[in-house]
């Protein structure tokens, strides 16, 4: 096992199947969420501390715990709609009207997208090596 100063990651383990993801447990390696938070400059993070903290004075800790679960859902609902268009894995459905601007925002550059041949959308991806995991939105193309 190799170690830095905060997790323990398991070795390299290889499965038979070709483009399978490695069979390490993620919960042993960092999310690149985590990483891009470690490595947020202090000006980023002081500006994203006020904002927090104005969001709580107007809202309250509940409200603003429910902004922060209603743009998480919004979050979830968008990239679902990104991969059906990209897969062809069913219709993007209706979307909540916050979530439909984001899809109406990025309709011109899915354009040039070729979506024939996606090769990941929304799929889990680990980097052992370097220890770290996350979900690739997309892989595909672009004209």
Known sequence: MSQNLVYLYPEEQ??????????????????????LQATMSEESRAA???????????HGEDGFA??????????REWHAALHAHLT????????????????RSVRPVLALVDSA????????????????HGVVDCVAPFR
Not at 48 to 58: D, I, S, Y
């Open 66 to 75: 429910e902004i922060k679960q209603a743009m998480l859902e919004t979050g």
């Open 14 to 35: 290889q499965e038979e199947e070709q483009g399978a993801r490695p069979v390490e447990p993620a919960s042993r390696l960092v999310s690149v969420t985590r990483v």
């Open 48 to 58: 994203l501390r006020r904002w927090e903290l104005a969001m709580v004075k107007k």
């Open 88 to 103: 062809g894995e069913g219709e993007v459905r209706q979307l909540t009207p916050t979530a439909d601007g984001f899809w």
């Open 117 to 132: 041949r996606v090769a990941a959308s929304e799929r889990d991806v680990t980097h052992s090596p370097l220890g770290y």
